[in-house]
């Protein structure tokens, strides 16, 4: 098993920058499709960002691309999400997930516990 811990979370003004770190303990987190989620108030959770175990293949939901990047640091055992111009609709809880494949929420093995984002306008 694998346990997952993002961090990274905040407040943030529109227009900056967060960065969410997934650290894993149990497994190494390049074993596993590791995934980005996310939950808005009074909204179902949903796919933000995935990327492949090789860290050769990412995925992004529409509102992600050209703004989001995820990134693997294999040295920290960590799967990182850049988040740059961030909107206020941005705001969420956002999850780790790992052992799933592509956007599919249900596909996913394990998760963390999230960390807030919140973007001010």
């Known amino acids: 098993q694998v346990q997952l811990v993002e961090s990274g979370g905040g407040l943030v003004q529109a227009g900056g920058s967060l960065r969410l770190s997934c650290a894993a303990s149990?497994?190494?987190?390049?074993?596993?499709?590791t995934g980005w989620f996310r939950q808005a108030p009074g909204k179902e959770r949903e796919f933000v960002a995935a990327i492949s175990r090789s860290g050769v293949s990412t995925y992004y939901t529409d509102p992600a691309k050209g703004r989001f990047t995820i990134s693997r640091d294999n040295a920290k055992n960590t799967v990182n999400l850049q988040m740059n111009s961030l909107k206020p609709e941005d705001t969420a809880v956002y999850y780790c997930?790992?052992?799933?494949?592509?956007?599919?929420?249900?596909?996913?093995?394990?998760w963390g516990q999230g960390t807030q984002v919140t973007v001010s306008s």
């Open positions: 149990g497994r190494t987190l390049r074993s596993y499709s």
């Open positions: 997930a790992a052992g799933g494949v592509g956007s599919s929420e249900s596909a996913y093995e394990y």
